[in-house]
């Protein structure tokens, strides 16, 4: 399979993707380069980013094939936005993320409440799950 090849659907998301990204990095600073999707022979991450600015999203659940929640997708994005300022996951990285997170909830990009079932009041359970904190890619390390 010829992981090169979009779908139209895949064209659309990354497209949709990449205009609240750009939005995102241009609030907070960011050198936001280039967003893509993961190759789909990778299983094990939900996305990186590497020292070029080039931010990867996996957009299929790896069980089912199925894509990814838009929220699901927004929030690891702004995972490794964050990425792009702060290479780990120490205090400086997590407080970036979450105020790139609470203003992509403001400015209604961030919409978790749109998908989690009535009674489990707790917004940031999805953006947890959504990224389990996967090392950053080999490259980005210093
Ligand atoms: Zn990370």
């Known amino acids: ?26 609030r907070f600073g960011l050198p936001l380069a280039h967003l893509t999707r993961e190759s789909g022979r990778v299983k094990r991450r939900y996305g990186s980013c590497d020292v070029n600015g080039v931010i990867r999203l996996r957009l299929h659940d790896r069980r089912n094939g199925a894509f990814l929640k838009y929220s699901s997708l927004i929030a690891t994005l702004c995972h490794e936005l964050a990425h ?35 009674g489990k009041d707790d917004p940031g359970r999805e953006a947890r799950e959504a990224t389990p904190g996967g090392s950053p890619p080999a490259a980005a390390r210093r």
């Open 84 to 118: 792009l300022k702060h290479l780990n996951h120490g205090i400086r990285f997590r407080a970036l993320y979450m105020q790139i997170l609470e203003y992509a909830r403001a400015a209604g990009i961030y919409r978790p409440r749109a998908v989690i079932s009535p």
């Open 1 to 26: 399979m010829n992981w090169d090849r979009f779908s139209e659907e895949e064209r659309e998301i990354l497209e949709r993707l990449d205009h609240h990204a750009r939005l995102l990095a241009g």
